[in-house]
């Protein structure tokens, strides 16, 4: 079955420690994102990339990084820097980076930092 | 600043009946707008979409209305199921930002037998 993978679906982390996300597309998509969703609040952009080697900053990308040397993969990086980084992480793709395609979504990574 | 907002966090419907589900944005840009549903510990799943240059779209059970004149976009749901209980999230984006979506807070949907 095509989909999105996210692993792990749980993630704890001490303070001060980096930790990466990851995120496993299938189907082909050219684009990949990450957002992250906090307890009443919209989805929020992190960072997004439309073709491999190329990748954009959205709206709360401080303290986050991410790499994309596959087409399939896009691994996001929660670096000590971020001062609120226990969230829950969703990965989505869609099928061209350009505009009016809609986003198909993992199942997400809930991490926890203590 | 919340460029696309849901104003009810909830909404209790019996089975059967019509939900209603409202949205409203503030950003003139905006023109293509989307819904998706989400259960718990799930990622989100695109449900029906709209372009402004319709004021209507249906699916099935599902349709989507846009006023522009008012910025404001709602889903209804015809018959409701039991099935249908769980967060919906409208979105936004504009062309020429490569599908990136502005999303609201949610609303919980709660359909009852």
């Known amino acids: 079955d095509g989909g999105i993978t996210q692993s792990p679906k749980y993630l704890f982390r001490k303070e001060g420690q980096n930790v990466t996300l990851s995120c496993e597309q299938n189907l082909n998509h050219d684009a990949m994102y990450w957002y992250r969703q906090d307890p009443g609040q919209g989805l929020r952009l992190i960072y997004y990339s439309q073709i491999v080697n190329d990748f954009q900053k959205g709206d709360i990308a401080e303290g986050y990084s991410v790499s994309r040397e596959k087409k399939e993969s896009f691994p996001l990086t929660v670096t000590s820097a971020q001062k609120n980084p226990t969230a829950f992480y969703l990965c989505?793709?869609?099928?061209?980076?350009?505009?009016?395609?809609?986003?198909?979504f993992g199942n997400g990574t809930r991490l926890t930092v203590t | 600043d919340q460029q696309v907002k849901q104003n009810s966090p909830s909404l209790s419907v019996q089975e059967g009946r019509i939900s209603i589900l409202n949205c409203d944005y503030t950003?003139?840009?905006?023109?293509?707008f989307l819904w998706y549903k989400k259960y718990p510990a799930e990622g989100p799943t695109f449900l029906i979409s709209i372009s402004s240059i319709k004021d209507k779209n249906e699916d099935g059970r599902f349709t989507v209305f846009l006023n522009k004149s008012a910025k404001h976009l709602s889903l209804h749901i015809v018959p409701s199921q039991p099935g249908d209980s769980a967060v919906y999230f409208c979105a936004a984006s504009s062309t020429g930002t490569a599908s990136k979506l502005t999303f609201g807070t949610g609303t919980r949907l709660q359909v009852t037998l």
């Open positions: 950003n003139s840009m905006f023109d293509y």
């Open positions: 989505a793709s869609s099928i061209q980076g350009g505009d009016n395609s809609p986003l198909h």
